[in-house]
């Protein structure tokens, strides 16, 4: 961090020792005494040295201590969405969620939240936002506390993937998902959270795949809401051709059980 003129620093140490982990431009404004353009001019450079992040115009956030001084988008990723949500009920969901969970390997190229209306940001820390719109009484069920902001539990991590395969990478994801999270997932929650959110054919299609990999702590251990009365794809969106079909569930894959293993399990 060579070259930072001090007033960064003071800066830095000031929001730090107040405990603002987000501020605004007039905040820095008002703290530096300095005019609009020597702040702007200011703030670059703290980005640029990797003291803050900038969230969207106007908004920054402080960088972790971890993580001071790096030039990598090595962003809290609650911080940045607890600020550009506050005061509006979201979750962090769908494949965003799968990463924090330590579920998958690769994040998404843009952070997904669930929230109930969309906003005017389309990009947080450099990355595209994508919100996706779900009623009321489905944002706080399996939603829990992640710093500043609000993440789905293991169990609605789980479901919403299988609901809407689309927005975590496909079946693959799925399958990657559920081996990597094993016997720490819940079967009662997950047959809970189905039959609150009406979620039935997300619940079959994670049961077809738990026992189909024989998933240890999950095969064997859901049965759907009610009995299944049509068949129905595990990419609803994409189905393809059928390669195989779960004659237990009810679910069509286009791939054979034995491929998406593979795939899951590298």
Do not use: C
Request: charged residues 20%; glycine residues 8%.
């Amino acid at each position: 961090m060579l070259h930072i003129h001090n007033n960064a620093l003071r800066l830095a140490d000031q929001f730090a020792a107040d405990g603002q982990s987000a501020f605004t431009f007039q905040d820095a404004v008002e703290r530096t005494g300095l005019s609009r353009p020597a702040t702007a001019n200011l703030l670059r450079r703290m980005a640029d040295n990797g003291l803050v992040d900038r969230v969207r115009r106007g908004l920054y956030v402080t960088r972790q201590l971890g993580v001071l001084g790096t030039t990598a988008a090595a962003e809290d990723l609650a911080l940045a969405v607890g600020v550009a949500f506050n005061g509006q009920e979201h979750r962090i969901a769908y494949r965003s969620a799968l990463y924090e969970h330590g579920l998958i390997t690769h994040p998404s190229r843009s952070i997904q939240v669930a929230a109930t209306r969309r906003t005017r940001v389309a990009m947080l820390s450099g990355r595209p936002l994508r919100v996706v719109i779900e009623p009321q009484y489905m944002i706080q069920e399996g939603s829990t506390p992640l710093g500043l902001s609000m993440v789905s539990d293991l169990e609605r991590t789980l479901l919403d993937a299988a609901a809407r395969p689309d927005l975590v990478g496909g079946p693959a994801a799925l399958a990657e998902a559920l081996v990597s999270a094993g016997r720490r997932i819940s079967p009662k929650k997950l047959q809970r959270y189905a039959k609150r959110l009406q979620l039935a054919p997300a619940l079959r299609r994670l049961g077809s795949v738990a026992d189909q990999l024989d998933i240890q702590g999950l095969a064997g251990q859901l049965a759907p809401i009610l009995p299944p009365k049509g068949d129905i794809n595990l990419e609803p969106r994409d189905p393809g051709p059928t390669g195989w079909r779960d004659s237990v569930w009810r679910v069509r894959w286009n791939q054979l059980p034995s491929e998406l293993a593979n795939v899951a399990r590298q």
